[in-house]
């Protein structure tokens, strides 16, 4: 079975930063676009960065400039460096992997859960 496991949540205080990491337990991540997706209480779930297996990124407006999205592929390993972090961004984060076409699957994490404090 292919799983991916978060961690790296947990309370940081408004400005301070934390770094998420998900793990997948087969080697499929090369081959993945990843993803980290969140949702706040109350709010419908929502993208937050991408990283391609062509090693483009995009990120939702309101993290551009505060979060950065990196993959280490030998190590089956993407990261979301959380900067600059406000009350908005608490969150349950989940790691994605995806990919299209005729071989295509789509895995969630359980999600970590990241709480800011004002």
């Known amino acids: 079975q292919v799983q991916l496991v978060e961690s790296g949540g947990g309370l940081v205080q408004t400005g301070g930063s934390l770094r998420l990491s998900c793990a997948a337990s087969r080697s499929i991540l090369s081959s993945s676009d990843m993803g980290w997706y969140r949702r706040a209480p109350g709010k419908q779930r929502e993208l937050v960065a991408i990283i391609t297996s062509g090693g483009s990124t995009n990120y939702a407006e309101v993290v551009q400039g505060r979060f950065v999205i990196y993959r280490d592929n030998a190590k089956n390993m993407v990261y979301l460096q959380m900067n600059s972090q406000k009350p908005e961004d608490t969150a349950v984060y989940y790691c994605?992997?995806?990919?299209?076409?005729?071989?295509?699957?789509?895995?969630w994490g359980q999600g970590t859960q990241v709480s800011v404090s004002s």
């Open positions: 994605n992997a995806a990919r299209r076409g005729t071989f295509s699957y789509n895995v």
